[in-house]
């Protein structure tokens, strides 16, 4: 494997002088910000008043960040409560099913329409068949 030479080399001076300076003026940009910001006078009244509209761009922002999280949360507390009602049910439908189905068998009838007086019958149904006569036609 190849090794890394570029993090070995040194810069040059020339280099190294240039990042000093960008480094430099952009710490002087925020410590110019910041003075302007918390020196008493007109000036920074100007300054607060002029980034105004943007913090209260920022905090509504916030708002509907914080008010979206919360229809998100309520939103996804609504599904796990429909989603354990829905087991709830199909456990029941399941339940209810096999009990029927045992409710229905041919013995179970039997039993609870032999407190009525019925009987079971023992033989098998016969078949009525319909002669027509030709003289009645």
Known sequence: MSRNTIRQK???????????????????????????LFTVGDLSLNKILQYLPFGAFIAFLMLLYISNRHFAERTIRSIDKVSKEVKELGWDHKSLSAELMKMSTQTEIAKRVDSLGLKERVEPPIKIEVVENKENK
């Open 10 to 36: 040194e810069l040059s001076e020339e280099v190294q002088e240039e990042l000093q300076e960008t480094v430099e003026e952009k710490a002087e940009e925020t410590e110019a910000f910041i003075k302007t």
